[in-house]
């Protein structure tokens, strides 16, 4: 009769000489196999930095008229700056909501706008943002925008707050905006034609309107009048004229 081998009972010197391993048989650590598994540390996400406790770099901000990224992170980290983001602890994270349209610094509201390539309407159609169908449009040959947003959401209800005085139960009326002229945050605008093309920076905008309104679901919206203070950079930036042609000069 054949012998068989316990090559488990046997010591790991003589168990790797054994006939079994000679016999072709892929030889295993057995010490490996035998000793229990290591329990690797927990690796904990450090929690995240919240944007609106960050202070952007308004020193520094993008060309206006230029292509910044794909990414609303690739926007927000031009304007916070290289030397900030360096700074941010080992694996962080910055933390926003990345559905919204609107994201708050400490010195500045950041705009996202969509539009939708349905016809020139320029009507924001980006399905992925808390921003989808709301009325966006440039007007003025693109000096200004008409930009929407709903007060039932936090972050525009703050933007609305900073800008006016404002009451979810007005409705048709114009309302009067505040004077934020020491301590004004700026409003900088990001837009792009369609979801597959990168974000073009449009510079710094002023408010100069603020309105209510219902849409055709008798949800109330507000309107925003937004002047593009950078508009004259901006038609001078070849990324401008790519991403939104001549119909806005």
Same mark, same amino acid.
């Given at each position: 009769?054949?012998? &068989? !081998? $316990?090559? /488990?009972s046997l010591?790991f010197?003589?168990?790797? =000489?054994? +006939?079994?391993a000679k016999?072709?048989?892929? &030889? !295993? $650590?057995? /010490?490996y196999?035998?000793q229990p598994?290591?329990s =690797?540390? +927990?690796k904990?996400?450090?929690p995240?930095?919240?944007?609106?406790?960050?202070?952007?770099?308004?020193?520094n901000l993008p060309?206006?008229?230029?292509?910044?990224?794909?990414?609303?992170?690739?926007?927000?980290?031009?304007?916070?700056?290289?030397?900030?983001?360096?700074?941010?602890?080992?694996?962080?994270?910055?933390?926003?909501n990345r559905?919204?349209?609107?994201?708050?610094?400490t010195?500045?509201?950041?705009?996202f706008?969509?539009f939708?390539q349905r016809?020139?309407?320029n009507?924001?159609?980006?399905t992925?943002s808390?921003?989808?169908?709301?009325?966006?449009q440039?007007?003025?040959?693109g000096r200004?925008?008409?930009?929407?947003?709903k007060?039932t959401?936090?972050?525009e209800?703050?933007?609305?707050?900073?800008?006016?005085?404002?009451?979810?139960?007005k409705d048709f009326?114009t309302?009067?905006?505040?004077n934020h002229?020491?301590t004004?945050k700026?409003i900088?605008?990001?837009?792009?034609?369609?979801?597959r093309?990168k974000y073009v920076?449009c510079g710094?905008?002023?408010?100069?309107?603020?309105?209510t309104c219902?849409?055709?679901?008798?949800?109330?919206?507000?309107?925003?009048?937004?002047e593009?203070?950078?508009?004259?950079?901006?038609v001078?930036?070849?990324?401008?004229?790519h991403a939104?042609?001549?119909?806005?000069?």
């Open positions: 009769l054949g012998h &068989t !081998t $316990n090559t /488990q010591p010197a003589a168990a790797e =000489k054994s +006939p079994v016999q072709g048989q892929t &030889t !295993t $650590n057995l /010490q196999l035998l598994p290591k =690797k540390p +927990p904990r996400r450090p995240p930095v919240q944007l609106s406790v960050m202070t952007g770099d308004l020193e060309i206006p008229g230029t292509f910044i990224g794909y990414t609303k992170e690739s926007c927000i980290f031009r304007i916070l700056g290289a030397d900030q983001i360096s700074k941010l602890p080992k694996h962080t994270y910055i933390g926003f559905r919204s349209g609107i994201v708050e610094t010195n500045a509201w950041i705009l706008v969509n939708g016809s020139n309407d009507i924001n159609t980006d992925s808390s921003s989808a169908n709301l009325f966006n440039f007007i003025c040959g200004q925008l008409n930009f929407s947003v007060p959401r936090t972050t209800k703050s933007l609305i707050d900073y800008y006016s005085v404002y009451s979810v139960e009326e309302v009067q905006i505040n002229r020491d004004e700026a900088l605008l990001f837009a792009r034609p369609s979801t093309t920076f710094e905008c002023e408010c100069k309107h603020v309105s219902t849409d055709g679901m008798d949800e109330k919206t507000v309107d925003m009048l937004l593009l203070m950078d508009f004259s950079k901006c001078g930036q070849a990324d401008y004229i939104f042609g001549q119909s806005n000069l």
